[in-house]
């Protein structure tokens, strides 16, 4: 019997599975998304990046900085807090409310300034009860979602690395090694360009960093006239000869406006991130104030 037919049928369907499941379906779900609008303020995100920052990518791809950093802050869930914002007139109220899920919560805690964080760490139900509470008391409360997780505990994010992200950015290295830190928000961390070339060439400002340095995207040369404004402000024993200096070349302007340019913290549908408002400037505030603000990575509940 000739099984010829069977065994092409067998490994056509085998092919086409595969390639369904590992070209197709990405495809379907990636590969026509639109930029999207961010939560509450509606604006466009992302944009494209700036003509020097997308070179720069270019240079990120050829040194290989994918290999030892990431580009994906991962989250592990959200919590819920209380932020109350207004006490009202009834703090005793106020204070008997709150003291129904925080036994050892007392007149004096109010005077803190405000907005106070009440509750941490539960579930919105129950952060959502408490504010409803509070407002029957005369008080005002927001309920705030804090996503949480190792990466978010870093700092290297304020919520989940999505697909929206990499919207503009061709080829897409996520990466998958974190012998660096992740670098999907460093440009909010870090935003100083200076500070990436100065990094660039000596890594080892930062203590215990593995990282090589990239001195081959700088070049030493004689002081003309006078000092160039790029150039590195360099001491001891890295600072050059007398009558030069160390100037980045364009491949490493590029590079350090690429990092700074990556900034996923912007609040979307699918990865909520409410930042704070800025505070109101007074003239009247005293000098070095300080407000209790919401946990780093708070974020208010979108409205849909």
């Known amino acids: 019997m000739n099984y010829g037919p069977l065994i092409f049928l067998a490994a056509f369907f085998a092919l ?30 992302p944009l494209a990046r700036p003509g020097l920052a997308r070179e720069g990518l270019d240079v990120y791809r050829a ?14 869930g959200t919590e819920a807090e209380v932020l109350l914002t207004e006490i009202g007139t009834n703090s005793a109220a106020v204070v008997k409310t709150i003291a129904t899920v925080k036994t050892n919560f007392s007149d004096a805690d109010l005077n803190a300034s405000l907005p106070l ?7 919105k139900p129950k952060s959502d009860a ?20 190792p ?16 919207l503009y950015d061709s080829p897409v290295m996520p990466g998958s090694q974190r012998i660096g830190p992740d670098l999907a928000n460093v440009g909010s961390r870090l935003p100083d360009a200076n500070w990436h ?3 660039l060439y000596n890594p080892k400002i930062v203590a215990g960093s593995p990282m090589p340095p990239y001195r081959f ?10 000092p160039s404004p790029d150039a590195l402000q360099l001491t001891g024993d890295l600072a050059p000869v007398k009558d030069y200096e160390i100037v980045p070349k364009p491949a490493a302007r590029a590079l350090a406006a690429y990092l700074t340019s ?43």
């Open 262 to 304: 990556l900034h996923a913290n912007a609040p979307l549908f699918n990865a909520p991130l409410t930042l704070p408002a800025p505070a109101p400037q007074s003239t009247n505030a005293p000098a070095g104030g300080t407000t209790n603000a919401p946990a780093a990575g708070a974020t208010n509940t979108p409205a849909k």
């Open 151 to 166: 990466d978010i505990a870093r700092g290297w994010g304020k919520r989940r690395s999505v697909a929206e992200d990499f």
């Open 117 to 123: 964080t009440v509750l941490r760490g539960e579930d």
């Open 217 to 226: 995207l700088f070049e030493k040369r004689r002081i003309e006239r006078a």
């Open 16 to 45: 086409a599975g595969s390639w369904f499941g590992f070209v197709l379906t990405p495809q379907i779900q990636v590969g026509q998304l639109q930029q999207t609008n961010t939560v509450p303020d509606g604006v466009t995100y």
């Open 63 to 76: 040194n290989g900085c994918a290999a030892c950093h990431s580009q994906q802050v991962r989250q592990t």
């Open 130 to 149: 408490l504010a409803k509470a509070l407002g029957g008391a005369g008080a005002k409360a927001e309920v705030w979602i804090v996503p949480v997780g």
């Open 197 to 199: 070339l100065l990094h």
